[in-house]
């Protein structure tokens, strides 16, 4: 497991970037072969199936085109005339498919939009509904559960994901390139949002239940700045975390399964970097260090991968892969006596990776910004 990794963050008031970068070891890559699908899409940001043989390919533009076991793609939904995509930042994240999709037909999607009655830029949370073709949606099934009017056209934030362990829908929101947000408990921004999306799902004692726009949720982890992509251990139900730095560092926060109420530290720290000392910011042990963080010299912006296990064995070492936009390289998050490292799994063909996702079958896909196919990744046995 990658769990127990330790970094005294109390420690970093001294700015020192050099005494507390993690190990990193500098290895020959391993080879994988990363197989291009025959279907094409648009700028990839979410790779998800629906509990059967086939991938569900979220563009930023406002689609979701459906492949099959044999590489045909079709649209499944077309919401572009929903989504804002204009700012480089805006679009459709994150898809969730209903634990229980088989029999209700309903799955999620975060976006960007407009207000209807306002016309402000705002992040909305929606719910549809599948047609009697398991191939094709219902766009007018459309119901809004959350909306946030967002002030600035950057940091929305994007993962969406059920936990394996809880039942519960988890979303990321960013703080809306406003530095107060993420340690404002009256905000949604720079959050970790837990939603009931089912009346048989309640909502832990210690939660902070906040009513949305068409639902309840409960601010789960705070603290972040701009949380794209999250992923969940398919065994143990671990939360994997990639926040999108700012100044100067890239962070991966692990939280192990059954910890509620996490504070990031976001806009007090970044990485080892202390930023402010003020209120709320005054005792720093009182954030979760990240397991990991590395500086802009090697990227700029952090995407959190899927939790591999070779043949899908539990028992086997746990492998949280993670790239970074201006980035080429997959890379896997290793532990050694309790300090995080990164070892590099290899090359895409192309950079700008955006997303990870998995099959069925626990395989995982990887897609990126340029228009061309998503990947599948055959990853070699590891020590």
């Known amino acids: ?195 009931n999306v089912d009346e048989s799902v309640v909502p832990p004692a210690e939660a902070s239940t906040i009513d949305g726009f068409n639902a309840s949720y409960s601010i789960w982890g705070k603290g972040l700045r701009n949380p794209w992509r999250i992923a969940f251990d398919p065994f143990y139900g671990h939360t994997y975390i990639g926040d999108v730095g700012d100044r100067a560092f890239e962070e991966i926060d692990i939280v192990p399964v059954g910890t509620q109420g996490p504070n990031f530290g976001w806009a007090c720290m970044e990485g080892p970097l202390v930023l402010y000392t003020g209120w709320p910011c005054e005792d720093l042990t009182l954030f979760v260090p990240p397991a990991y963080y590395y500086s802009h010299d090697t990227g700029c912006a952090v995407v959190m991968g899927e939790v591999y296990y070779p043949n899908n064995d539990p028992a086997a070492q746990s492998m949280p892969l993670f790239s970074d936009l201006c980035s080429d390289r997959i890379r896997v998050l290793r532990n050694d006596s309790g300090r995080a490292y990164a070892e590099e799994l290899g090359i895409l063909p192309e950079g700008g990776i955006t997303s990870f996702g998995r099959d069925n079958q626990g395989n995982i896909y990887v897609g990126t910004i340029s228009a061309g196919p998503i990947y599948k990744l055959f990853i070699p046995p590891m020590n």
């Open 1 to 195: 497991m990658v769990l127990g990794l330790t970094f005294d963050r109390a420690d970093a008031r001294e700015n020192s970037f050099e005494t507390f970068l993690p190990i990193v070891t500098v290895t020959e890559p391993l080879v994988f072969a990363a197989e291009p699908s025959t279907a094409l899409f648009e700028t990839v940001t979410d790779i998800v199936h629906a509990g059967d043989d086939r991938l569900f390919v979220v563009e930023r533009i406002g689609r979701i085109q459906v492949m099959q076991l044999n590489g045909d793609a079709s649209v499944f939904l077309d919401i572009t005339h929903l989504v804002d995509d204009n700012g480089f930042e805006q679009g459709m994240f994150g898809l969730a498919f209903h634990p229980n999709y088989a029999a209700n037909g309903y799955f999620f999607l975060n976006y960007t939009g407009r207000d209807v009655a306002t016309g402000e830029l705002a992040l909305f949370l929606a719910r549809f509904t599948v047609s009697a073709d398991p191939n094709v949606a219902q766009p007018d099934s459309l119901e809004i559960l959350l909306q946030f009017n967002m002030g600035y056209e950057i940091h929305f934030g994007g993962a969406l994901r059920f936990s394996p362990v809880d039942g519960y829908l988890y979303m990321g929101v960013g703080d809306n390139s406003e530095l107060g947000n993420g340690q404002d408990s009256n905000s949604p921004k720079g959050k970790i949002l837990m939603l």
